[in-house]
């Protein structure tokens, strides 16, 4: 039954063309309107809110949420977390995921990029640079981050970008709770430069490589005995 109620009150939102942050029936109407009781309702909400579907604001009332991507990260985060303490290579299965993503859109992206996109990872790849070269000796995560990011812009896909943002976050708060993986920052800065240069002189194949490798070196350093890992304070990607 609750789980009724819920597809019931998603069909609601879907054939009114609710948008996040409009109010839904109240409790009352929707028990009418269901023909369910108010703990069936209010089970069936709750439900919804941890999807993010909808948003309980005790006092206030009930509001279409933000229908984010944020329970798939904590899901994929949970997921990874549990399978490393059974023994699992979780970690790098989540990281082959994301590089079949990104290795997929790649070719995409090669002439395709504008000019504002192209001088702002110009700029994230000089940024790489001088962290490089800086005290810390590492290239921060907020940057690669940016990089990314402004990378698969330009594909104007909306849920695309909140997908590879999911990943992003999962790999990454599971990678720092689990492993310590040492970098070069140097190479971290060059296969970043060779995938920008690739997708700029719109050569696809190079493209495809360039971003094979830069998660090849991950693997291969995520693949390598615990006892060689050596600490390092910086994130790779």
Not at 82 to 87: T, V
Not at 185 to 205: F, G, M, Y
Not at 213 to 219: L, M, T
């Amino acid at each position: 039954m609750p789980r009724d109620l819920q597809e019931r009150i998603k069909k609601l939102i879907i054939d009114r063309r609710l948008p996040s942050g409009a109010v839904l029936p109240t409790e009352p109407e929707l028990m009418e309107r269901l023909g369910a009781s108010r703990n069936s309702v209010r089970e069936a909400l709750k439900a919804l809110q941890a999807m993010g579907i909808v948003e309980i604001r005790h006092g206030f009332g009930t509001y279409v949420g933000p229908m984010s991507v944020a329970p798939m990260i904590e899901g994929l985060t949970f997921r990874t977390v549990a399978g490393h303490y059974r023994g699992e290579d979780s970690l790098l299965q989540l990281l082959e995921l994301r590089e079949a993503v990104e290795a997929g859109l790649i070719a995409r992206l090669a002439g395709s990029i504008p000019a504002a996109d192209l001088a702002e990872l110009d700029a994230l790849v000089d940024r790489m640079d001088a962290e490089a070269a800086g005290p810390d000796g590492a290239v921060r995560a907020e940057t690669d981050r940016a990089f990314h990011a402004a990378l698969y812009r330009c594909l104007g896909n909306r849920l695309l970008s909140e997908v590879l943002e999911a990943f992003w976050d999962a790999f990454h708060r599971v990678r720092t709770d689990l492993v310590d993986i040492p970098q070069d920052p140097k190479v971290t800065c060059r296969q970043h430069r060779e995938i920008l240069d690739a997708v700029r002189s719109s050569d696809v194949v190079r493209a495809e490589q360039a971003i094979r490798e830069h998660f090849g070196n991950i693997r291969t350093r995520l693949s390598a005995p615990a006892s060689t890992a050596l600490p390092h304070p910086s994130y790779d990607r």
